[in-house]
């Protein structure tokens, strides 16, 4: 048995990783990206990996088979006891009643699906500038969020940083109706389970968190 299983839906640039590690922090839950899962296995060199590359890089989607092995994988480990925030996954309709079946199998259900409700133009411009610090993951913006001490990250003093190969503007797009057409439609199947909450998520980055905070804090009383 394990702590309350959150997922995070919304589209590319939502603020999914953001609030994710917020929730960390403010709960002791476990953040579980595929996006990073995946891109470990592509530094790595893995099977998976190889497979995964072309495919991230083209803003589409990785195969459920692939995807749902590296989750499986991660949710062996013992951490995953204190709840998980699940952050990117499920995409499809087909990871979504594989990880049903994976927590039913485990006497247990999805606990909350939150969507974060953003506008899609806002994405593109969000996703196409941002970065992260190498050391410690903090997320920065060339337009909206620079550190305060240019080059050093605010949060562990780190210098160096990194993009992703596929945060600019024509993958975004792609990302974006790979959204759609293919992740839109859980929002759906999570409201018929009576596990849905909508969440506006335009404003500012501490709003949000203390939105979010509410839910946590109610559905895993
Ligand atoms: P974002 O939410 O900003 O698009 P992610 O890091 O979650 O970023 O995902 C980056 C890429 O990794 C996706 O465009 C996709 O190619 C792949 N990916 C991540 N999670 C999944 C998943 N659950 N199923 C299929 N592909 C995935
Ligand atoms: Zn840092």
Excluded at 97 to 118: N, Y
């Amino acid at each position: 048995m394990m702590g309350p299983v959150l997922i995070l839906l919304g589209p590319p640039g939502a603020g999914k990783g953001t609030q994710a590690r917020m929730l960390e922090e403010d709960f002791g839950l476990v953040q579980l990206s595929t996006g990073d899962l995946l891109r470990a296995a592509v530094a790595a060199g893995t099977e998976a990996g190889r497979k995964a590359k072309a495919v991230m890089e083209a803003g589409q989607l990785v195969s459920d088979d692939i995807v749902l092995a590296i989750l499986k994988d991660r949710m062996a480990q013992p951490d995953v006891a204190k709840g998980v925030i699940l952050d990117g996954f499920p995409r499809t309709a087909g990871q979504a009643a594989a990880l049903d079946k994976l927590l039913a199998d485990a006497g247990q259900k999805v606990t909350a699906a939150i969507s974060l409700e953003v506008e899609d133009e806002a994405m593109v411009a969000r996703v196409s500038g941002r970065y992260t610090c190498a050391a410690c993951g903090e997320g920065y913006h060339d337009e909206f969020k620079q550190p305060a001490q240019a080059g050093v990250c605010d949060k562990c003093g780190g210098t160096a940083f990194k993009r992703r190969a596929d945060d600019n503007a024509e993958t975004v797009r792609e990302r974006l109706q790979a959204y759609h057409a293919q992740t839109a439609p859980l929002i759906a199947h999570y409201d018929r389970l009576s596990v849905l909450e909508r969440v506006p998520a335009m404003g500012s980055i501490d709003g949000i968190r203390a939105s979010l905070a509410d839910i946590v804090g109610r559905v895993s009383a």
